[in-house]
């Protein structure tokens, strides 16, 4: 009986191993690690964040992402590059990210200045790198230029600097056709404010050149510091200069004086351009509600830029209580990459690269299909961009026009730019 | 243009003189070059948006609070950090400059680096000679200059201005005729705190707050001070006006090169050290002395 006793026991025990053996590489799911790295104290970082978190909360929600005939659970795992702050620190937690955090992909940056030095980390160890914030066009050219090395670099969003210009100088055609028509000013006077940063550089350019062809005049050029916190000095001179439209280009906290001095003074020129600051929620707060009329690019605005766009807002904003700046495009870049994986049945980089350039997704700032050297694409049928301006605390969309004013693009819920009253009142007739 | 220049260089210069009659005065009296002296500066700003905004305190009794707690942080400061190490100037720079960091640090951990806005007790503008100015640039210039002739009166005509002052032309002498130096010591550091405090305060409503926002008119104070002559009350005071019209000179007359407005402001500092190396007004300090 003994004996019986013991060889059930024995037998198990044999089971038990047995299972715990067999079952325990399928029960434990793999997972694909996605770094994603950004400014984490800044709101820029946070979006990065965000963006991410709802995109993995999705697909692993729908099982993960299959690659070949397994299923992989995405990990994120936050990286803070400090980037506002120090290069070489963003250098630095790119490095860490891949040799310690053990990193299969990566997502986000967003100065210029410290993305080139996380690219160059990320393109040292041919990891992927999905950039979300950078709009330097030479970050792609680099691809352009040298393949092998950078070809694990794509850009998910913003549109590059040269595109951001193109569009930019279409809303300043706008507005300076309302000008034209409502205060009665044929030559509209331009001031150019723009931060001092690299990314600004060819808008700056580019304004400068093209804006007498296109009948407006550059009374000036400022290029205050992306961290200045007053701006009062440059609002009276470009006063002074008698500038009817304000050319901001800023992804800094500028942004913020700058609309609150601009609006507190009733300085009559409108603004137009880049403001990322405008781009917020939490601007029209920021500003004490002076930032009124204020008009910045955008990616994200309540119209139908796709079906997917209306009901990301949603969920983004159920899930973190905010509205989503272009940085959260790290959602887009997740399922960009899910798909580019599922597509190559491997992790393999080399693999996965292949794939992600034929990327053509849907997905909710337009249509994406990366350039030979991995741009985003830019034009009426993929990604376009917003004007918006705000009016009255809401952020309205005002550019592409409504009616389909401009290459046909009709965006459901689009309304006409205003121009600030004070200026009506200022300039008019 | 001219009329616009005057008017944002005086509000300018009005804020650094407060700032830089503070550091100039812990400077003149216990010889210490308090680096974390903006960075005080920063603090007030930020409890301030916490009393008011956060708290929703009334925004005067956010201001009294804030200037009040910072002094006290401040005092406290100088009896726990800097104090043990007064007589190594060496030390005392790490010692402040890592005090700025750290409150930087938990002002980003406590805030994150999103700009914050403290609400005005003011709105809207006025022109003056043709130059459009906010009521709240005009509220902080008028109180700025309102406590400039305080700490001026102070200095001058009272027992505490006497003891200060003599502690500044002669720590020992000070000592042997009965002044407790170590005392007016850290009542010159509450002092000058309680100035960053209040260039704080105005600036708060003017600006957005970062938690970087100590760090270029912590460059300017030194600037300013050292242009003025090294704890020279009446040099802190003309160098702040001086370096105030200088930067707003260069967004008016180079544009494009706003951003450098700090640097130009450096460069006409060394250029009067290399002048008169002892500062615009360090003689007349001394014969004031």
Request: proline share 4%; glycine share 10%.
């Amino acid at each position: 009986m003994k004996r019986v006793m013991k060889g059930a026991i024995i037998l198990l025990l044999a089971c038990l191993v047995g299972v715990a053996t067999s079952c325990g590489p399928a029960a434990a799911a793999k997972e694909i690690k996605i770094g994603v790295i950004g400014p984490m104290a800044y709101v820029q970082g946070e979006h990065h964040w965000y963006g991410a978190l709802l995109a993995a909360e999705e697909i692993n929600a729908q099982g993960g992402i299959l690659v070949g005939d397994e299923w992989y659970q995405v990990t994120l795992v936050k990286v803070d590059s400090n980037e506002m702050v120090s290069v070489p620190d963003a250098a630095s937690a790119m490095e860490r990210a891949i040799t310690v955090d053990k990193v299969d992909f990566l997502v986000g940056g967003f100065r210029t200045e410290a993305v080139f030095a996380m690219q160059d980390v990320a393109m040292d160890y041919a990891k992927i790198f999905l950039g979300c914030g950078a709009s330097t066009p030479e970050l792609c050219t680099r691809v352009a230029d040298d393949y092998d090395r950078y070809k694990y670099w794509f850009r998910v969003t913003p549109m590059n600097s040269t595109y951001l210009g193109s569009v930019d100088f279409m809303l300043l055609g706008m507005v300076a056709e309302k000008i034209r028509a409502e205060l009665g000013i044929e030559v509209p006077k331009v001031a150019i404010l723009a931060e001092k940063a690299v990314w600004a550089d060819p808008i700056v350019a580019g304004a400068k050149q093209l804006l007498p062809a296109i009948g407006m005049e550059v009374v000036g050029e400022w290029r205050p510091s992306p961290t200045a916190t007053d701006v009062t000095a440059e609002l009276s001179a470009i006063e002074a200069a008698g500038a009817h439209m304000i050319f901001t280009s800023f992804s800094g906290p500028v942004g913020v004086p700058y609309a609150a001095q601009w609006g507190e003074l009733e300085i009559p020129a409108a603004s137009v351009g880049i403001n990322v600051e405008a781009q917020k929620e939490g601007f029209w707060d920021a500003t004490g509600g002076k930032g009124n009329y204020e008009m910045t690019m955008n990616t994200y605005a309540r119209v139908n830029i796709t079906d997917e766009t209306i009901p990301f807002i949603d969920r983004f904003i159920a899930r973190v209580g905010e509205f989503p700046t272009y940085s959260a495009g790290t959602y887009e870049a997740l399922y960009i990459l899910k798909a580019a994986i599922e597509r190559a049945g491997t992790l393999d980089s080399d693999a996965v690269v292949a794939e992600l350039e034929n990327t053509d997704r849907i997905g909710t700032a337009g249509r994406t299909v990366f350039t030979s050297d991995h741009d985003v694409t830019w034009g009426p049928g993929y990604v376009v961009g917003l004007g918006v301006q705000w009016q009255d605390g809401e952020m309205k969309c005002v550019w592409p026009p409504p009616g389909g004013e401009w290459e046909g693009v009709d965006y459901e819920g689009a309304v006409d730019y205003i121009l600030p009253p004070w200026m009506v009142e200022a300039w008019g007739p | 243009m001219i009329e616009s220049i005057i008017i944002n260089g005086l509000t300018s210069g009005g804020v650094y003189a407060l700032l830089a009659i503070g550091f100039s005065l812990i400077f003149g009296v216990a010889r210490i070059i308090n680096l974390a002296h903006t960075a005080f500066y920063m603090l007030a700003a930020y409890l301030i948006f916490t009393f008011a905004s956060f708290l929703g305190l009334n925004p005067l009794l956010s201001v009294i609070l804030s200037v009040i707690a910072v002094t006290i942080i401040g005092v406290f400061s100088y009896k726990l950090v800097i104090n043990p190490v007064r007589e190594h100037e060496t030390a005392i720079l790490i010692v402040t400059i890592a005090l700025a960091i750290i409150i930087q640090e938990v002002m980003l951990m406590a805030f994150g680096g999103h700009p914050r806005v403290v609400p005005s007790l003011v709105s809207g503008y006025t022109e003056i000679l043709g130059a459009k100015v906010a009521y709240k640039q005009l509220l902080a210039f008028g109180i700025a200059l309102i406590i400039l002739l305080c700490t001026w009166a102070l200095l001058l005509k009272t027992k505490l201005g006497i003891a200060v002052r003599s502690t500044a032309q002669d720590r020992e002498v000070a000592n042997l005729m009965g002044i407790n130096v170590a005392r007016t010591g850290m009542i010159t550091m509450g002092m000058a705190v309680a100035l960053a405090a209040i260039a704080g305060a105005l600036v708060a409503p003017l600006r957005v707050l970062e938690p970087g926002m100590w760090m270029h008119p912590l460059v300017m104070v030194l600037a300013i001070v050292v242009l003025g002559g090294l704890g020279s009350i009446k040099g802190s005071f003309v160098g702040a006006f001086i370096l105030g019209f200088a930067e707003t000179l260069v967004v008016f007359l180079v544009p494009m090169g706003a951003f450098l407005k700090g640097a130009v402001a450096l460069t006409i500092m060394l250029i009067v050290i290399l002048i008169r190396p002892e500062g615009l007004f360090g003689v007349a300090f001394e014969e004031e002395r």
